[in-house]
């Protein structure tokens, strides 16, 4: 399954509150790929990174940042959280053109 | 900016029926790939298309990449329950350098025993 994982699995925190979710992958693979999936929306991309510390926006990027000091670690940081950022977020890595994906973290928001 | 839509969004078959997803973009597409999402798992790669018409088969599934590269379809032939789950078709976003995906929002499909 390509290697990935991610942490924590389930979290349930308050709004206002700093969150960070990690993935981690084996395969030193340059792409990584952070996204949300939400019930009629698919799945849409937050972030993704081309490198150690190159990192740019997806289309759902606004209250996400994140940051990849190393190649196989991606990590996603919710500056303050909201109950709109409850969600299940998948990490994913690129092998060639397919995409492969971790199993996910969902985050409850209250 | 590129949409990805898919239809339709819920399925429920009888076991041994026939199943198609349909999917359609707003742009031509490079590619088009197709993912399948068990519940409470998460998406696995089934397929990419490349070319104008392709058409591909995985046993009872078979894939359609449409002659203007702007809609793909993934048909199945006697379900069984071991097909329940969602799928997605995903076009690249632009250049397929960056590896960049928008994805259909799903058909998830319900097969009765």
């Known amino acids: 399954d390509a290697g990935i994982t991610q942490s924590p699995r389930h979290k349930v925190t308050e709004t206002g509150t700093p969150v960070t979710l990690r993935c981690h992958q084996t395969e030193n693979h340059r792409y990584m790929y952070w996204y949300r999936q939400d019930p009629g929306h698919g799945l849409r991309l937050i972030h993704y990174?081309?490198?150690?510390?190159?990192?740019d926006k997806g289309e759902v990027s606004d209250g996400y940042s994140v940051s990849r000091s190393k190649t196989e670690d991606f990590l996603l940081t919710l500056e303050s959280a909201t109950s709109s950022q409850t969600s299940v977020y998948f990490c994913a890595i690129r092998r060639s053109d397919e995409q492969f994906f971790g199993p996910g973290t969902r985050l409850t928001v209250l | 900016g590129q949409q990805v839509m898919q239809i339709p969004q819920y399925q429920h078959v009888q076991e041994g029926e026939d199943f198609t997803t349909y999917c359609n973009s707003s742009?031509?597409?490079?590619?088009i790939q197709w993912y399948k999402q068990r519940p409470g798992g998460h998406p696995v790669f089934l397929i990419q298309l490349v070319k104008s018409g392709e058409v591909k088969k995985q046993k009872r599934l078979t894939f359609q990449f449409g002659e203007a590269k702007k809609n793909s379809s993934l048909h199945i032939t006697a379900t069984q329950t071991t097909d329940v789950g969602t799928y997605f078709c995903a076009g690249f976003d632009g250049s397929s350098n960056t590896g960049k995906l928008i994805f259909g929002q799903g058909t998830t499909l319900q097969v009765k025993p």
């Open positions: 990174s081309y490198g150690v510390k190159d990192t």
């Open positions: 742009t031509t597409l490079s590619n």
